[in-house]
């Protein structure tokens, strides 16, 4: 898995990369084929957000949040994305389950008598 971390209008501490780094690394563990995933740190006047762009065969997931404090907007954006894998995750292994019965001559949700 490949990741990025980009701050826009300020510089990042070690601190602060390396729990953004830890954050994005622990998405694997919700969907284990994730191709990249981008993290732009960035503060506006007195508020910092945090995006999350997120890789997967055949889509681009988003994760967007906003905080008056960083960490708080790097959990809120991480969190995010963890239930949009969870969503993806189940979406594919629906997609395959309903391809395989296909194959088989059966149809998901019907019975045959």
Avoid at 44 to 50: L, Q
């Amino acid at each position: 898995m490949k990741t990025s971390l980009t701050a826009r209008h300020f510089s990042i501490d070690d601190k602060v990369r390396n729990y953004a780094i830890e954050s994005m690394e622990g998405l694997k563990k919700y969907f284990g084929r994730i191709v990249g995933v981008q993290m732009v740190l960035l503060k506006e006047k007195e508020r910092w957000g945090a995006e999350l762009i997120i890789g997967v065969p055949g889509e681009t997931l988003t994760a967007v949040s906003h905080d008056d404090k960083l960490f708080t907007a790097i959990d809120d954006a991480v969190s995010k994305a963890e239930r949009q894998l969870k969503k993806y995750k189940s979406k594919v292994k629906h997609e395959k389950d309903r391809r395989e019965a296909k194959q088989h001559g059966a149809v998901p949700g019907r019975r045959r008598y």
